[in-house]
């Protein structure tokens, strides 16, 4: 079974810049979460997504970061304009069934902002 | 508002004997708890969970232990082996009016010395 892909791994971008990553999840899977981890910090959520409706925006800052699941499969996070303090691994997370079912996740995307 | 916590960052065991890591939790909605682990330039992958209405879960090496009362929860690994070096994330969801709240704490990164 193919894990969750994300990609690119890897980000370097100046301030005010734009960036976008993608994910794609475990087939069938029809939850899916992006994630922001800061170095030293555990993972917080930005945003989870029920096929392709948002169940949880509520910590996503929303006058720079947007996020869409069309289709209800693969998903883009982008952010614009970037700051600073963007700077972290974006992790994207998929489960299926049960919300208390484990989250599979993708290596995670290191975005370095300049 | 830090509601689930990992006090200690790092943690050393020598091969062998005995790991436990600990986390604390404010919330007492909170209902199900899972222990992630997290190698360097990977994504978290799951480990074990134990719902509120049990005090222990076993599997194989790792057993989670909860203490509802002092909103306490500890991953025992035994024995310790050098692969097990990484960094270990508990998490806590709760329910409320249907959606799930998924939330991280912040690591204890643990080194097993051969």
């Known amino acids: 079974e193919a894990g969750v892909a994300q990609s690119p791994r890897y980000k370097i971008i100046e301030k005010r810049q734009s960036v976008a990553f993608w994910c794609n999840p475990i087939?069938?899977?029809?939850?899916l979460y992006w994630y922001q981890q800061i170095l030293g910090q555990g993972p917080k959520l930005l945003i989870q997504?029920?096929?392709?409706?948002?169940?949880?925006d509520s910590q996503l800052p929303k006058d720079r970061f947007s996020a869409e699941r069309l289709k209800g499969v693969d998903s883009t996070l982008k952010i614009q304009p970037a700051k600073l303090e963007d700077s972290a691994v974006y992790l994207c997370?998929?489960?299926?069934?049960?919300?208390?079912?484990?989250?599979?996740f993708g290596p995670g995307t290191r975005l370095t902002v300049l | 508002d830090q509601q689930v916590k990992q006090n200690s960052p790092s943690l050393s065991v020598q091969e062998g004997r005995i790991s436990i890591l600990n986390c604390d939790y404010t919330?007492?909605?909170?209902?199900?708890f899972l222990w992630y682990k997290k190698y360097p330039a990977e994504g978290p992958t799951f480990l074990i969970s134990?719902?509120?209405?049990?005090d222990k879960n076993e599997d194989g090496r790792f057993t989670v232990f909860l203490n509802k009362s002092a909103k306490h929860l500890s991953l025992h690994i035994v024995p310790s082996q050098p692969g097990d070096s990484a960094v270990y994330f508990c998490?806590?969801?709760?329910?409320?009016?249907?959606?799930?709240?998924?939330?991280f704490g912040t690591g204890t990164r643990l080194k097993v010395l051969a």
């Open positions: 997370a998929s489960s299926s069934g049960n919300p208390r079912n484990e989250q599979f």
């Open positions: 087939s069938g899977h029809a939850t």
């Open positions: 997504f029920q096929n392709n409706g948002v169940v949880d």
């Open positions: 919330n007492s909605m909170f209902d199900y």
């Open positions: 134990i719902s509120s209405i049990k």
């Open positions: 998490a806590a969801i709760r329910s409320t009016s249907g959606t799930y709240k998924y939330i």
